[in-house]
């Protein structure tokens, strides 16, 4: 003999009992509800109500605010260091914040809303701030500026670095000065006008020292990076970011950067191995978008090195590798970061295709080249095959 248990639950409010009137006792604990405030969703369980809020309502249950106002998902800040705030007012046991750059990453923490947050970007670098809960991940990638200056882009600059792109390969020293006076002498420049212009100036000369076989070049070069390092127009961008590349400094060029081509060949160069992904082409452009042109003239064998990277993306192997070899024939003699940045791409397209010989003779050669991230990847793969 035993007995079973009969359960049933009885409403609070509105049970009545056989003489009609309510119910006037508590049987159980009412059961609490949790409801979502961003839509009709409800549970008894707090836990599966935060999760549906990160899941369906992400970006509206989590943000950052920056004096009042929502940080975008990638952003540049001049002042540092910069307080954001942790939004999560539907989230009251908070988030989970983690904060990470090249240099370091830092262990998560867990906020609450309207806590602060405060970063200290380093210079060149993009930190990442990852928020969120378990899985579900908002991030966003804010990066740091001590100035940005911002110049004139005038018809006669448009027209002079136009003029200078069709025909640097013929200019003489008497066409580089004319260049000189033609940007710098611009009616009512200010002073920011004049550093960007001398910084362009600066880049166009340094390309036909190079051309031309002086050594000065490099100085030059130099120059221009430093002059137009903290300007926002497309040109200036354009430029900074090819000199980084020209010095193999990968790293360093932003993410934020408008120029898809460019982009890829710094994830590809940057990127370890293991992360890279080939037949991926973009798509071709939107015809309904609008598209401004930005253009600058670089040298010939890096137009190779970028024609054996479109290649690259879609698996055309032959291709690329005969891009690589008309680079190899157009490096200036004592081109040190070209040569080896040719001979990386070499090897890793080799590498892809899963020619293991070819690949490892050219990690061999790489071992005692002076990119740190080349060497480091040439070590390791002669090692581990
Ligand atoms: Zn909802």
Known sequence: MGY???????????????????????????????????????????????????????????????????????????????????????????IEVTISSRSKKLPSRTYKDGALLKITPPDEEVVTIQLGIGAYKREYSISFRHQTFSAKLTTTLTAEVKSANARISNWEWPDVDKFKTALLGEAGLSEDDNLHRHGIF???????????????????????????????????????SYFLYRVNCFDSISPLIPFPRLRHVAAFFGSPFDSLVVNNRPKPKDAEGEFVVCEIAIAD?????????????????????????????????????TRYRVLFLRYRIHRL??????????????????????????ESYVRSI
């Open 4 to 94: 079973s248990k009969y359960t049933e639950d009885i409403e609070k409010i509105h049970s009545l009992n056989i003489f009609g009137t309510f119910l006037d006792f508590q049987v159980r604990e009412p059961k609490p509800i949790h409801r979502c405030g961003f839509c009709n969703f409800e549970t008894d369980d707090r836990q599966s109500r935060d999760a549906h809020i990160l899941k369906e309502h992400r970006d509206a249950a989590i943000y950052l605010e920056y004096d009042d106002r929502i940080v975008p998902d990638r952003a540049v800040f001049k002042v540092r260091p910069i307080h954001l705030k942790i939004r999560c007012p539907a989230l009251p046991d908070g």
């Open 202 to 240: 600066e880049f166009y000369h340094a390309l036909w020292l190079e051309q031309n076989r002086k050594t000065a070049f490099a100085q030059h070069f130099e120059a221009a990076f430093k002059d137009l390092r903290n300007f926002s127009d497309p040109l200036s961008q354009m430029i900074v």
């Open 301 to 337: 064998a890096d137009e190779s090195v970028l024609s054996a990277l479109s290649a690259v993306q879609c698996a055309n192997w032959s291709a690329a590798l005969q891009h690589c070899e008309t680079a190899e024939q157009q490096i200036l003699a004592n081109d040190d970061q």
């Open 353 to 378: 295709q899963g020619d293991t010989g070819a690949s490892r003779r050219l990690a061999e050669r790489l071992r005692v080249c002076s990119v740190k991230s080349f060497q480091t990847e040439a």
